[in-house]
């Protein structure tokens, strides 16, 4: 299939830009797939309504089909027409933080097809924050079942380069236009039970969810590697995010951390392997290895959240074998970027 691509200028005239999302929203409600931003990463969007296109959407990642999509949508009616007994929790975190980086688990109505929920009875659904998104979710007829533009088992992707690496040849449309801001996906949470539980942290914390409707719960399988209970969100048994080389995280003293990566760095030059350093800003000068990512300041965890996939990739792009990245702070966002980062490195923690 050959893949039409699209770019949308920051400054693009509204109209040139309106032609586009048409094209864009034509495609998706003919049961295409078309590739876009958000304010999180970039979505592999098809019709949430049309179990054919879930299939392809399946068959363009390479992902096994019991794995719900997330169905976007653009106004609050359409939530009403696709979730059945919508409680009051959820109603008050969507006036909270809808159009926003928040997935709600509810219970689905007939609207939505199986293929698009896996099987389930439930729907994970989002109102995206990112103006062209919704705009493409209207354009499409409102109901957009989009999972990250990722091939199956690789980091999602937060720049048009990646979607195109991964789906060239694969999808009618990739939309290249600003976005991914934010870095990670949405925070998922599942309204099913008396009290929400997060199901995939995210920038929308657990904090800032209780302050909106009391207790929350955070899954105890996203907390401990090692856990055998078998997690709620489907796509979180899979492994994701894994870069080519081996990812590890190591956690102990400044000193002792750069101390022992550059040792690790040294021997694999020694066998002729490169090294790859995920480093804040404070020590990022003490390292030496063949390829050091400054993931900003310790105190902003939201900046390195907003680039490690995209130094994931580049550390494949540039056959990095040994990966090791500093640990961070596990409270918001430092929270849903060290859940990446451990399933990213297969809970490998190193403490020295
Ligand atoms: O930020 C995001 O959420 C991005 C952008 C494109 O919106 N999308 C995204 O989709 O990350 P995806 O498919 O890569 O991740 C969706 C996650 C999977 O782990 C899936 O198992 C879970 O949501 N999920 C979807 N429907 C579910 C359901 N009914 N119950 C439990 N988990 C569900
Ligand atoms: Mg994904």
Redesign the pocket.
Known sequence: METEILSIAADEQPESVRQKLSHAGDIIKNGGLVAFP????????GDALNPESARKIYAAKG?PSD????V?IADMEALDAIAKRIPEKARQLARAFWPG?L?M?ME?TGLVPAQT??G?D???V?M?GHPA?LALIRAAGGYVA?????LSGKP?PTTAKYVIQDMAGRIELILDADGAE?G???T?V?LTGEVPVI??P?YITQEMIARTVGETEMDITLLDGDSTQAP?????K?RHYAPKGELALVEGSPEAVVQYINEQARRHRGDNKKTGVIGTAERIADYCADSVKNAGSRRDPLAAARQLYTFLREFDDEEVAYIYSEAFEGAGIGQALMNRLLKAAGHKVIQV
Do not use: C, F, Q, W
């Open positions: 958000t304010e999180t990463v970039y979505g592999l969007g992902r794995n719900p999509l997330i976007h980086p997935t688990i689905k929920t896996g389930l439930t729907v994970a989002r995206p998104a989009a999972p990250s533009a990722n999602s934010l990670l996906e949405s998922i599942d199901l995939r995210g709620k969100a489907p796509g979180m899979y």
